[in-house]
């Protein structure tokens, strides 16, 4: 079984950052990519970044130029550097990892953590 704790979300202003975190944890032989999803109030849940095992990131255009996800693949974690940060940003932020284990491969989510852009 794999778990995947985000941490990071809260409260934060327009114009300002925040940095999110997702830590992988167990029966881990590798993880082939790392996203971050959003959903927000009434909304379908929405991609907003991904990095695969050799660093390369993508974005949606909405954060193009304002997030940066990285990663620590020895630590099996997954950021995501939120700036410039808008009130539409508000959301549930979810981590998803595509996993292989000994036996299987397969997607995991983290249990999200609430992003809110208010003044």
């Known amino acids: 079984q794999v778990r995947l704790v985000e941490s990071g979300g809260g409260l934060v202003q327009p114009g300002g950052s925040l940095r999110l975190s997702c830590a992988a944890s167990g029966s881990i032989v590798s993880i082939n990519v790392m996203r971050w999803y959003r959903q927000a109030p009434g909304k379908q849940r929405e991609l907003v970044a991904a990095?695969?095992?050799?660093?390369?990131?993508n974005y949606t255009d909405s954060v193009k130029g304002r997030f940066i996800i990285s990663s620590d693949n020895p630590q099996n974690t997954v950021y995501l550097q939120m700036n410039s940060l808008k009130p539409e940003d508000t959301a549930v932020y979810y981590c998803n990892a595509h996993v292989t284990s000994r036996y299987v491969q397969r997607g995991y989510w983290g249990q999200g953590t609430q992003v809110t852009v208010s003044s």
């Open positions: 990095i695969t095992t050799d660093g390369s990131p």
